[in-house]
């Protein structure tokens, strides 16, 4: 089993920025690619970027690219998303998520590639 919990939620002003970690313990987090997914109401979860857990490769959503940053730090298991530019359509509940991917330098992109997911952490943004 893999917990996981999100944190750095919040409201911010279109144009500014936020940080969301995403802190995982249980089995190591080696083997395990990461995501970040988001839900706003009314809508399906949808994908926002992965790392592989050599954090070789990303990937992002078309529409995040270029504001978002996804990383991850294995040594203390943790991963983040550096928001940048944040636009209204931004605002969402945020869910990290782990998969189970022994080749280091691969990343999924759908929910269902997806083992383990966290609570998740609202992102509120006011233009």
């Known amino acids: 089993q893999v917990q996981l919990v999100e944190s750095g939620g919040g409201l911010v002003q279109a144009g500014g920025s936020l940080r969301l970690s995403c802190a995982a313990s249980g089995r190591t987090f080696i083997s395990y690619g990461m995501g970040w997914f988001r839900q706003a109401p009314g809508k399906e979860r949808e994908f926002v970027a992965a790392i592989s857990w050599s954090r070789t490769n990303t990937y992002y959503a078309d529409s995040v690219k270029g504001r978002f940053i996804i990383s991850r730090d294995n040594a203390k298991n943790t991963m983040n998303l550096q928001m940048n530019s944040l636009k209204p359509e931004d605002k969402a509940d945020y869910y990290c998520?782990?998969?189970?991917?022994?080749?280091?330098?691969?990343?999924?992109?759908?929910?269902?590639?997806?083992?383990?997911w966290g609570q998740g952490t609202k992102v509120t943004v006011s233009s």
């Open positions: 998520a782990a998969a189970f991917l022994p080749n280091g330098f691969r990343v999924v992109t759908t929910v269902d590639d997806y083992d383990y």
